[in-house]
Structure formats: C-alpha cells, structure tokens
C-alpha cells in the first residue's frame, strides 16, 4: 500500500477568529504564487494567488502576504468557520508548480 | 460547468498489472497537468502537457507514461504498478505556462493489491 504518509502540522482555531497559515518556500526565482485548499478525497480547490510584484493580496475573508526577503508566504481567514476546516497548500512557480508540505486547519466549535 | 473530471474515482488494480487513469477537461486549456498525492503528503507533478508538448519531470519514474490525443483528453499510464504507487492522482488544467492559475479535477485514487 502507500508509504507512511508525514503528519501535517496542525492549526486549530475557535470558530469566528482568525486564522494564520504560514509556509516557506523555497526558490528565490519564484515569481508567481498560490493557496490551494484541500478538503478530504477532492482535488486541490484555488483559494488566492500573488505575484512576486506584490506583497499583499486580498480575497473575500482571506489575504495573501508576501515577504521575498526571507521567502516566507501567509494566509490569513477571517472570520474562520466550520467550511474553512481542510489542508492548505501553498504552491510556487519557478520553472513547474512545487506544492509546500501543508497544514491542516480545524476550525473548533 | 467548465471542470477537470477523472475516471474512474477509484481505481483498483493487481501489482504489476498496467493501468490507465483518465482526464478530461472542457475548459479548452493548453496545459494539462498530472500530480501523485500520497497521504498527508504534498501533490508531487509527474509531468505535464503544453499543448502536444510533453515534458517530464526529472524524478519522474519511466513506468509512468502519458498520452494527450487530443487539447482534451490526458491519459497516465502506470506500466507495471507496484505497491509504492498506490496513491491519489490528480489531473490538473491551465490556459498557459507558467504562472496562471491551475484547475484541479477530483482525483482517481489508485489502490494496488
């Protein structure tokens, strides 16, 4: 079967707060970005995206923030709910998509 | 709905025993793309399509292979599966290359007895 899968960091949070997901990437030519969620056996959903260009992006209830200097990428929900819980990917383009490790967000009741 | 849909959902096949994933796509995008997703893990690209235009990821394992007949079907063919390639398979679409945005189709999860 599948190989010993990672386990994904974790973020919980109070359903009505905020919510923060942060991720490194990896390649300083990276010009182009992207949150993905993912809810359980779907595919990838598209969330935000951000050009290297930009440092802040910002969606219905979400932002994307950008810091080249030290190549680190956030999310932030508002106002998290009950639908918001699922694995976030963020994904960079430099020559292909390389997707980061993910966190899993569960949004508490 | 324009959408990215796989067939089948859920696929089961013996070790060793080639099998075929399926991807369509009524978007008319020029770049198909094909993912393997293990659990709890990252989506890992194989390869993609732009246009007829095949390229290969470097890591890619040569019992992988592709085909694109056509802008709107994509098919991953795995040649002799083994059990380390059990996983989610996830086709994906784009209007170009490079940085636009991708459309990600359900998934076929691949099991290998």
């Known amino acids: 079967g599948e190989s010993v899968g990672l386990h994904l960091p974790t973020l919980s949070v109070q359903e009505g707060d905020n919510s923060i997901i942060n991720c490194a990437y990896s390649n300083s030519a990276s010009d182009y970005f992207i949150w993905y969620k993912q809810e359980s056996g779907k595919g990838p959903q598209f969330i935000i995206d951000i050009r290297s260009n930009m440092d802040k992006r910002q969606g219905q209830r979400v932002t994307v923030l950008l810091n080249k200097t030290v190549k680190h990428l956030s999310l932030q929900i508002a106002a998290t709910q009950p639908g918001d819980s699922a694995v976030y990917f963020c994904a960079e383009y430099g020559q292909n998509f390389v997707f980061g490790p993910g966190t899993r967000l569960s949004v508490l009741p | 709905d324009a959408m990215v849909i796989q067939n089948p959902r859920y696929q089961v096949t013996q070790f060793g025993k080639p099998v075929t994933l399926s991807c369509s796509q009524t978007?008319?995008?020029?770049?198909m793309y094909w993912y393997q997703q293990k659990s709890s893990q990252a989506p890992k690209l194989l390869f993609h399509?732009?246009?007829?235009?095949?390229?290969n990821e470097a890591d890619t394992p040569d019992n992988f292979q592709s085909r694109r007949p056509n802008t709107s079907f994509c098919f991953l063919d795995i040649r002799s599966p083994g059990l380390g390639d059990a996983a989610m398979y996830l086709c994906?679409?784009?209007?170009?290359?490079?940085?636009?945005?991708?459309?990600f189709g359900p998934g076929t999860r691949l099991t290998v007895t």
């Open positions: 994906a679409t784009s209007s170009g290359q490079g940085g636009y945005e991708q459309y």
């Open positions: 399509y732009y246009d007829k235009d095949f390229n």
């Open positions: 978007l008319n995008h020029n770049v």
